[in-house]
Every structure is written in C-alpha cells, then in structure tokens.
C-alpha cells in the first residue's frame, strides 16, 4: 500500500530529477511542507530517503540541499547494478526461463533489430527503444526468483543516468551513437542466448561487461549531455553536469 510518505517522496523525488531545484538549491522543510501537502516531519523523512538515494546531502543545523553527482559515483552505481543484474541472470538461467518469460524477451529483441536496422532518427524509435531496453532488463530480473534483487536494482536506478533507461542518444554524432546502442543490443543477444541454454556464468559475465560499456558510453558522451544534444531527456543529468 502506498503511503503519504511515499507519495510525498516520490513527488519530491520527480521535481528534483526534473531540474525544478537548482544544484546546491536549499531545500527548506517548512516551504515543502506547504508545496507537498504533508507535515514537516513527513518532508524530512521523505528527504532522508533521498539523501540515501544520493539526490540531497544533509547539512549539520541546516537542513538539505539538491547535491551533484559526479561521473565516477554514477558508472560506480551502474558496475554496481551490472554484478546485481549479473546474479539475476545467471539465477534465471539455472531456474530456466518459462515459455511467457522467453516469448516476451524474444519479442522485445525482435523489435529492437528492427528499430536498430530502421535507425533512430524519429523521436518515437528512440523513445521506444528506451521503453523495449528497460522491459528486456525487467523481465530478466524477475525472472530470477529473486525478490530482493528486484528491490537493489531499483533503489540503484533512482540514482542518475544509470537506470537501463538512462540512454544517450547524441543527435549530433547518430552513428557514433548507433554504433554504441549496437554493440549494447548484441550483448542482449548473447544474454538471451546463454540464458536459453542454461549457461548461467556465461550469462553473468557478458551482463558484467554490458554495464561497464554503460559506465564507459555515459562518461564518452558527457560532451553530448553538456550541450544539452540529447533527445529525449535523461532525469537528473543536470545533477551530473553540475560537477
């Protein structure tokens, strides 16, 4: 059941992910209590919630403020989340995949080649490219049995830039960009594969190795985030531009 608290974080959470609060904005308690609709004890719970998330740093006597993240803090989020996701793959490759789970992954990396072969030059391909990358690495999870792996990775991708939907698209460089997102899309190739015939450590290392190409295409387009050449937006990216 999802509680005031809840809402109220998740609120707070949306509006400094959107670029509402400056980096190093103060964050006063009393204001937000009158903006979210919830007592100032809600707030600072709500806040401390979010400092964990690495979105606010706690200031002794002074209440919050909106913090920055650095490039290192995020491709050491996303390697984190690769060995997480590492697990859940080779977990779903020991229980083996049932016919549901394996039909909707073949699907979605079905239309992933197509939309690849077509090219990204419609907002609607990379939109829903987004949408297929972040589908694939779900269902991988769940298909690992593993609730609390499903609870790590989630608390990881409200960090900035390193949820599987956190892609750059740099439309100034396409096929640099395209280059990047095809050798990512042949690692859900591999991943699918070894998945499907129970290679449950092959699975795993080639998971490893896809996240840590996140972490090394994120700090390779950092230019592209600074001119702001990325479409559609990545929440939180002014959070890492700031340092």
Known sequence: MTTQLDQITHALRERILSGAFAFNERLPEVSLAEQFGGSRTLIRLALGVLEQESLVRREPNRGFRVRGISLDEVTDAIAVRGE?????????????????????????VAEMDGILTRGFEALEARVRWIE??????RELIEA?????IAETVAQLSRRPLVSSVAIVFDQT???????????????????????????????AARMREHALASGRNKRANIDAMKRGTIMPRIPGVELVMSL
């Open 84 to 108: 997480v996701e590492a697990m859940a793959v080779r977990l779903a490759a020991e229980r083996g995949l049932d016919g549901t789970a394996a039909a909707v992954l073949h699907e979605a």
């Open 132 to 137: 297929l990358n972040g589908m694939f690495h």
């Open 144 to 148: 690992s049995g593993n609730a609390t």
């Open 173 to 203: 460089d396409p096929d640099r960009s395209k280059g990047q997102i095809k050798l990512s899309h042949d690692d859900h190739h591999a991943i699918l594969d070894a998945i499907l015939n129970r290679q449950g450590e092959r699975a």
